[in-house]
């Protein structure tokens, strides 16, 4: 029988995916192959809360979203999906058993759910011909590959016998779904693939793994019966292939709900500390824009960050001052706003002591529009303390000019004066020209990227990165990061630059999703030495 993850646990689960990722599965050929060389690290992922809910959906039709409030926090930093912050723990293996039987109670109480999941009538509780045939279709999706007959073997000869005894075929159903629901390669993304000749720790993904890996990166969610179905047919063997499945896959809603949350993780918008009806204005305001011009429009990427209009509906408007907006819909600036930058749910970013913190924001510019490695504050330094004046007055300038100072100029320098550049704006993305309270404490919004060149406001600043080229090479990055489900190393270098060389001629944001799909790496993996 096989085991969940409870039966390992963790020291267990390390063992099992450092003897795992060696092992050989699925097409098995170990001929030459000149796209080895483009092989890049990749380790077991667990699904993320959001993948873990979204799979429940696709599976058993299971719209409860359970898994956000039961499992563990995903680490987001801006990803959710790094495997190499997942941990395996006490909390998660009693997260996913309570979840499991959740899951399956709540299938076996809905005739609608059984009679979609279920591909046969069974004759009566002992009917083993059915149970197999739902082990074989269910297992398949859950699995995200065919069930062996070994392992049907292993559940009929398991859970059958309570069928029989309670005379109610619904229960060996009950008791495979809470099983595969714990299983390790329903909850983790395990990648073994076969051996390269010739390239020691290469490993050539089968065209389930390639399914698996496409449909979580574009869908954040399991493979479709379709999608299986053509990794079984032999159509995703090259990379052309997977790019071409992966235009289909494009077209489905999934996908623009994919791109929005990578963009709403990326620019740190996924959660925001505002009220209910505000954080939904401010989303959707965000997601229309990123709609707009990654779908609707498919255009030139870069006018995420040039854009002249927005999405607004009565509430939004009036919450940026806007009173000659009336109804839902696109609206043109009558001012300086330009792009995504300008939207309050971006500029929500860099909140800190009730307020901006112009350090903040011009961290979260360093790092998550110019992919610069973030800084570390000196060991004596308290960064949660707020600033205090060195001037005169008590206005957020002469605070922060307090930072020039020994030990933390070095730092401040990279990023104040980026801050300040925002700060003529709230952390609820209202246009302000003081300080809430201090009129004599103006905010003129100017500011610099030290050795790049100085900017007013979001759409200065957008103006600045993207005639740097840092911004279009970090979405590059950033992509791939969120496709990998890891950050990069200098062993993905020439592939990201491969993949910023073609973005950079088409400056299509859906033609980067498929060129990371498309590039020969996507098909392989190479094996990350596992620490005892």
């Known amino acids: 029988?096989?085991?969940?993850?409870?039966?390992?646990?963790?020291?267990?689960?390390?063992?099992?995916?450092?003897?795992?990722?060696?092992?050989?599965?699925?097409?098995?050929?170990?001929?030459?192959?000149?796209?080895?060389?483009?092989?890049?690290?990749?380790?077991?992922?667990?699904?993320?809360?959001?993948?873990?809910?979204?799979?429940?959906?696709d599976l058993l039709l299971d719209t409860t979203r359970s898994g956000f409030a039961a499992l563990p926090e995903d680490v987001t930093d801006p990803f959710d999906n790094d495997y190499h912050t997942q941990k395996v723990s006490p909390a998660l293996i009693e997260s996913a058993e309570a979840l499991a039987r959740g899951a399956a109670e709540r299938a076996l109480?809905?005739?609608?759910?059984?009679?979609?999941?279920?591909?046969?009538?069974?004759?009566?509780?002992?009917?083993?011909?059915?149970?197999?045939?739902?082990?074989?279709?269910?297992?398949?999706?859950?699995l995200r590959r065919p069930v062996t007959s070994v392992e049907a073997d292993d559940?009929?000869?398991?859970?059958?016998?309570?069928?029989?005894?309670?005379?109610?075929?619904?229960?060996?159903?009950?008791?495979?779904?809470?099983?595969?629901?714990?299983?390790?390669?329903?909850?983790?993304?395990?990648?073994?693939?076969?051996?390269?000749?010739g390239s020691p720790g290469v490993f050539r993904l089968d065209q389930f793994e390639v399914a698996?890996?496409?449909?979580?990166?574009?869908?954040?969610?399991?493979?479709?019966?379709?999608?299986?179905?053509?990794?079984?047919?032999?159509?995703?063997?090259?990379?052309?292939?997977?790019?071409?499945?992966?235009?289909?896959?494009?077209?489905?809603?999934?996908?623009?709900?994919?791109?929005?949350?990578?963009?709403?993780?990326?620019l740190s918008y996924h959660q925001l500390p505002h009220g209910a009806e505000l954080t939904a204005a401010l989303r959707r305001e965000s997601q229309?824009?990123?709609?707009?011009?990654?779908?609707?429009?498919?255009?030139?990427?870069?006018?995420?960050?040039?854009?002249?209009?927005?999405?607004?509906?009565?509430?939004?408007?009036?919450?940026?001052?806007?009173?000659?907006?009336?109804?839902?819909g696109w609206y043109t600036y009558p001012d300086d706003r330009r792009g995504i930058l300008s939207h309050g749910s971006v500029l929500s970013a860099g909140a800190k002591f009730t307020d901006t913190s112009p350090t903040q924001r011009g961290l979260f510019v360093l790092t998550r529009l110019m992919c610069r490695p973030p800084l570390e504050p000196p060991p004596n330094v308290n960064v949660d303390a707020p600033p205090e004046p060195s001037g005169a007055t008590d206005c957020k300038l002469d605070a922060y000019a307090a930072h020039g100072g020994p030990g933390c100029k070095s730092c401040h320098e990279q990023v104040d004066g980026i801050g300040f550049g925002l700060e003529g704006y709230s952390m609820t993305g209202q246009f302000r020209t003081a300080e809430e309270g201090k009129p004599e404490c103006l905010l003129p919004g100017d500011g610099y990227i030290p050795d790049v060149g100085d900017f007013n406001g979001p759409a200065g600043l957008a103006e600045l990165l993207i005639s740097t080229g840092e911004l279009e090479s970090c979405v590059v990055r950033q992509v791939y990061r969120f496709a990998m489900g890891r950050r990069d190393t200098v062993d993905d270098e020439a592939v990201v630059e491969g993949l910023a060389e073609s973005f950079t001629d088409h400056q299509s944001f859906k033609e980067l999703l498929l060129d990371v799909a498309g590039s020969p790496a996507f098909g392989y993996r190479r094996q990350e030495e596992v620490s005892p």
């Open 109 to 142: 109480a809905s005739p609608s759910v059984m009679a979609e999941i279920v591909p046969c009538t069974p004759s009566g509780g002992g009917d083993e011909a059915c149970l197999r045939s739902f082990i074989s279709t269910w297992g398949r999706r859950a």
């Open 1 to 57: 029988m096989r085991y969940g993850l409870g039966w390992l646990g963790a020291a267990g689960f390390a063992v099992a995916m450092a003897n795992g990722c060696s092992g050989e599965i699925g097409d098995g050929a170990n001929k030459p192959d000149p796209h080895a060389q483009e092989a890049v690290i990749s380790g077991a992922k667990r699904l993320t809360r959001v993948e873990y809910d979204n799979t429940l959906a």
């Open 288 to 328: 229309k824009l990123v709609e707009d011009i990654v779908f609707d429009r498919d255009t030139d990427y870069l006018e995420l960050f040039r854009a002249e209009r927005t999405y607004l509906d009565d509430f939004l408007a009036g919450h940026y001052g806007y009173t000659d907006h009336q109804g839902e």
């Open 155 to 197: 559940y009929v000869a398991s859970f059958l016998p309570f069928a029989v005894e309670a005379d109610d075929f619904d229960v060996a159903v009950g008791m495979v779904i809470e099983a595969m629901l714990q299983d390790l390669e329903f909850l983790y993304r395990v990648e073994l693939g076969a051996p390269v000749a």
């Open 212 to 266: 698996t890996r496409l449909s979580y990166f574009l869908l954040g969610t399991t493979p479709s019966d379709e999608l299986l179905d053509i990794a079984a047919a032999g159509g995703l063997g090259s990379p052309e292939a997977v790019r071409e499945v992966a235009a289909s896959l494009l077209a489905r809603a999934e996908a623009r709900e994919r791109v929005d949350r990578f963009h709403a993780l990326w």
